[in-house]
């Protein structure tokens, strides 16, 4: 089958075109049939080798891209008696997807509505399942919350957006054009900001109280002036670090901002099974289809178009999401 691996880390000349054999599934894991894949910063960063070292995704060398994908069932391994072969699956958490077969874990799979096509389950899984965690458990939102949202045009921030104003509370939003301040409205944020002086902005749009809880999928760049926009006892959620790693952090810079709590959560400890992965996607999943969500698919490149789908993502040229169309 046709694949897209890696055997050494770095920029996109690491990308390989490969033939390898089906993968055959091991105990409680499920062959399917790749038919879209989603093209996320994770892949950038395994490509890079950012988790090189990680204990919560153990990804290692030689190995085949994508972590996000949905298609048809095939075969199951031993043990697995939940899906049956036919049956329309997306996953995310699973490393394989830009390739025609991926051997994907029972545990991460969950069906996908008839009515939802596959291109738009592959597109939202992964967004979906981490905007949701972050809003309904991390943050755990509500009416009368305020909560800062960066980077509010990515398909993470504009599923964010949606989810806290679904939970009652005002979004503000930060973004870095015109034409992304647009998209952040047109999923319902309350204000956009630019990022320079958006703590001020906050501050201001608060009555100088800050905000209840700051997304800060950023990182270097923004996550001191994030703490700057939190209220007193407030919440900084770090689930990103797009501009690059903070490495001198003292934590006495949390008492000093209002004694705020600080969290760098991963998705993958609020996926720690089958029935959470479902619960996760159900609700990512009915909300497309009713309309209370919104993902639009922006960006649809082959097997062979890695390279610019990596360039479109790490410059930030990929407004809405962008998908791998794997061969009929």
């Known amino acids: 089958m046709k694949s897209i691996r890696i055997e050494r880390h770095g920029g996109p000349e690491v990308l390989l075109r490969r033939e390898v054999d089906v993968p055959r599934p091991g105990v409680g894991e499920v062959l399917v049939r790749v038919r879209y894949a989603g093209i996320n910063f994770m892949d950038v960063h395994t490509r890079q080798g950012k988790y090189e070292r990680s204990r919560t995704y153990p990804v290692r060398l030689p190995c085949t891209l994508g972590m996000e994908g949905a298609g048809e069932v095939v075969a199951l391994g031993a043990g697995v008696a939940d899906v049956q072969p036919g049956d329309r699956v997306a996953w995310c958490l699973s490393w394989g997807s830009y390739a025609e077969y991926a051997a994907v874990p029972a545990a991460r799979l969950a069906r996908v509505p008839d009515a939802l096509p596959l291109e738009r389950a592959a597109a939202a899984m992964f967004p979906g399942c981490t905007a949701h965690y972050l809003a309904h458990d991390v943050a ?26 679904a939970l009652g509370a005002t979004v503000l939003a930060t973004t870095s054009t015109p034409e992304k301040a647009a998209v952040a409205r047109g999923r319902g944020a ?45 919440l900084v959620v770090n689930y990103g670090a797009v501009s690059g790693a903070v490495r001198d952090l003292d934590p006495l810079e949390l008492g000093e901002a209002g004694s705020l709590f600080l969290t760098r959560p991963r998705l993958a400890d609020h996926l ?19 309309g209370r969500l919104a ?3 922006n960006g649809r490149y082959g097997l062979d178009d890695v390279e610019a789908a990596h360039a479109a993502l790490e410059e930030r040229r990929q407004v809405g999401k962008a998908v791998l169309a794997l061969p009929a």
């Not at 002086?197 to 270097?220: K, M, P, S, Y």
């Open 140 to 165: 755990a939102l509500r009416p009368g919350h305020t909560c800062l949202v960066h980077a509010a045009s990515g398909v993470i921030g504009q599923l964010l957006v949606q989810f806290a104003k």
């Open 295 to 297: 993902v639009d698919v």
């Open 190 to 234: 309350d204000a956009v900001l630019a990022y320079q002086g958006f703590a001020d902005a906050a501050r201001a749009l608060t009555g100088g109280t800050g905000v209840d809880v700051v997304f800060d999928a950023i990182g270097r760049d923004t996550l001191r002036q994030s703490f700057a926009a939190t209220r007193l006892r407030g």
């Open 272 to 290: 720690p099974d089958a029935a959470a992965t479902r619960r996760r996607a159900a609700a990512v999943f009915e909300g497309l289809l009713d």
